[in-house]
């Protein structure tokens, strides 16, 4: 048989130093149904936006209302075709429906 050799160990002189394992902090906070999101999607003016618009809507809705004649045998064309109900209850409304829709792209 042949003759084994014999294996060399090799010691380092120098011991080597292990790190500290690194451990994360875990934060404590107290989660509720009210304080889970920290950040809404919409601000208190955007519900400013929407609200104000849909109460636009609601009075230009009562400015295009009326118009009944005082007496039934005659017709006035003024009191239906009037310039509240024909043109400034219509911008009213268009207002109110924009209102709405800058309130939800504002950010």
Same mark, same amino acid.
């Given at each position: 048989?042949? *003759?084994? #050799? @014999?294996? =060399?160990?090799?010691k380092?002189? *120098?011991p #080597? @130093?292990r =790190?500290?394992?690194?451990?994360?902090?875990?934060?404590v906070? =107290?989660?509720?149904a009210?304080?889970h999101y920290?950040?809404?999607?919409?601000?208190?003016?955007?519900?400013m936006f929407v609200?104000?618009g849909?109460?636009?809507i609601v009075?230009g809705?009562f400015?295009m209302?009326?118009g009944?004649?005082?007496?039934?045998?005659?017709?006035d064309p003024?009191?239906?075709?009037s310039?509240?109900?024909?043109?400034?209850?219509?911008?009213v409304?268009?207002?109110?429906l924009?209102l709405p829709?800058?309130?939800?792209?504002r950010?």
């Amino acid at each position: 048989m042949a *003759a084994q #050799r @014999k294996k =060399k160990v090799i010691k380092s002189t *120098a011991p #080597r @130093k292990r =790190k500290a394992p690194v451990r994360r902090k875990e934060s404590v906070t =107290k989660s509720n149904a009210f304080t889970h999101y920290s950040d809404f999607l919409f601000s208190n003016e955007n519900y400013m936006f929407v609200g104000g618009g849909f109460l636009l809507i609601v009075v230009g809705m009562f400015l295009m209302s009326g118009g009944h004649m005082p007496d039934d045998e005659t017709w006035d064309p003024n009191i239906i075709y009037s310039f509240r109900r024909v043109t400034l209850a219509p911008i009213v409304i268009l207002i109110g429906l924009a209102l709405p829709i800058l309130g939800i792209f504002r950010k």
